[in-house]
């Protein structure tokens, strides 16, 4: 199973897109921290939890990042001046 992509081409069959993301940036416990000017100690920086959950946000970003590439192959592939014409290429295709 290909997940409807054979060798660049579509065969039909619905896409599936397996997609990673990094882990969301945390501190658990403070760090120690140097004024570079100074090069005396600093105030330790404080625990910092961004999000609980980022996969909400992380679907949206993948789906956008999905439609891009496939107007990018649709404009490769059919091409034209404007949409309507890109449509009716397509309509003839």
């Known amino acids: 199973m290909a ?7 579509s065969n039909g069959e619905p896409l599936v897109i397996t997609c990673t993301m ?24 404080s625990s910092i939890r961004s ?18 590439e496939l107007a990018k192959a649709l404009k490769e592939k059919f091409g034209g001046d404007s949409f309507e014409d890109m449509k009716k290429n397509v309509d003839i295709y």
Do not use: F, H, R, Y
């Open 3 to 9: 997940g409807g992509i054979e060798g660049g081409m």
């Open 22 to 45: 990094k882990a969301i940036p945390s501190l658990s416990k403070p760090l120690n921290s140097v004024n570079l000017v100074t090069k005396q100690s600093a105030k330790a920086e």
């Open 51 to 68: 999000d609980v959950c980022a996969v909400p946000a992380a679907g949206i970003v993948a789906e956008a990042a999905v439609a891009i």
